[in-house]
Structures are given as structure tokens and as C-alpha cells.
């Protein structure tokens, strides 16, 4: 995770350095003179439990507005299901990036299990007699490092027959 801060690195070094720098130049709490300027951060004091506090609330603000983005950026790259629901029809998954895995389901009306598609691994499927009134997904496997995450689409179905 990378965490962005609305003020400079130097003006870290400052807080961090400011009791020693305050007491002898003189100078306001969170502030530094910056090419004959004077540049403070706003809200900062020359308490250091109230500085700490401060910089938490930066700190969560921006990673608030990074979860944000985060859940932006899945929701883009969700796994996408196209195509009829009639047999012999052809089904084409969008899939992230990063998918190192593709796995069609099916589920018949009356059960709450799904049931893997056996030979079904592509990002094409055909749609069988087989899968007659059944729903369909698809499940993209993404694999990082040791941590492994699956994304489905949403269900596609029942399938009928197509009208003649």
C-alpha cells in the first residue's frame, strides 16, 4: 500500500526536528522558511501528542480516499459473463488481469451447490443440452504470490432452447 501525505517530506523533517529547531530560531510550530517564506502546516502545534494526532487524521484521510479508489479500480475489473442463455449458444467471459485460471459452474433449478463444469477452461464456453434450465457463471482464479482470489460473474440463466 502506498500512503501519499498533503505536505512535503521536508516538512516531516521539520516536525520531527522542530523542538530543537523552534527553540533556536524562534520559529512557529510546523513551520519552516522555505526560499524567504514562511510555510506552515495547518493545525500543528508545539505539542508533539497534538502533531501525532494531526498526522493520524492525514493518514486515515488518505487511506480512506485509497479504499475508494481501490473498490473503483475491482469494481472496473469485474469478471463480465456475455452472450445468450440458449443452448449451442456461445458464452464469452471478461476476465481481469492477472487471471491465471478460468472455471465454468452450472446449478440446476432445484440445488444450492454449484457444480463445476468438467473440461470447461477457457474464456469460451458453449452452452449444452446439458445445461438446459440450469444457470451458468464462470470464476476467474487470480494467484499473487501466496495469496489466491476468485472472482465470479453474476448468473446467467436458466437456459431455454433456442426458438426455432
Known amino acids: 500500500m502506498t500512503l501519499s501525505f498533503r505536505f512535503p517530506v521536508s516538512a516531516l523533517l521539520a516536525l520531527l526536528l522542530f523542538p530543537v529547531m523552534a527553540s533556536a530560531q524562534g520559529m512557529l510550530p510546523g513551520c ?3 526560499n524567504g517564506s514562511l510555510q506552515c502546516v495547518q493545525g500543528l502545534s508545539a ?3 497534538q502533531q501525532i494526532k494531526i498526522l493520524r487524521q492525514a493518514i486515515s484521510a488518505d487511506q480512506a480516499i485509497e479504499g475508494g479508489i481501490d473498490q473503483q479500480i475491482k469494481a472496473v475489473e469485474q469478471v463480465l459473463l456475455s452472450g445468450p442463455a440458449l443452448v449451442g449458444a456461445v458464452l464469452t467471459a471478461s476476465l481481469p488481469a ?3 485460471a478460468v472455471h465454468w459452474y ?3 433449478p432445484d440445488r444450492q451447490v454449484w457444480q463445476l463444469i468438467e473440461g ?3 474464456t469460451t464456453y458453449v452452452v449444452t443440452t446439458a445445461d438446459l434450465g440450469q444457470q451458468l457463471m464462470v ?4 494467484q499473487s ?3 489466491t482470489q476468485r472472482q465470479s460473474s453474476k448468473p446467467l440463466g436458466p437456459i ?4 426455432p
Open 160 to 163: 431455454a432452447q433456442p426458438k
Open 106 to 108: 452450472r446449478l440446476a
Open 120 to 122: 470447461a477452461k477457457g
Open 145 to 147: 504470490g501466496e495469496m
Open 139 to 142: 470464476v476467474s482464479v487470480i
Open 98 to 100: 492477472g487471471t491465471s
Open 47 to 49: 505539542d508533539p501528542e
Open 32 to 34: 519552516q522558511l522555505v
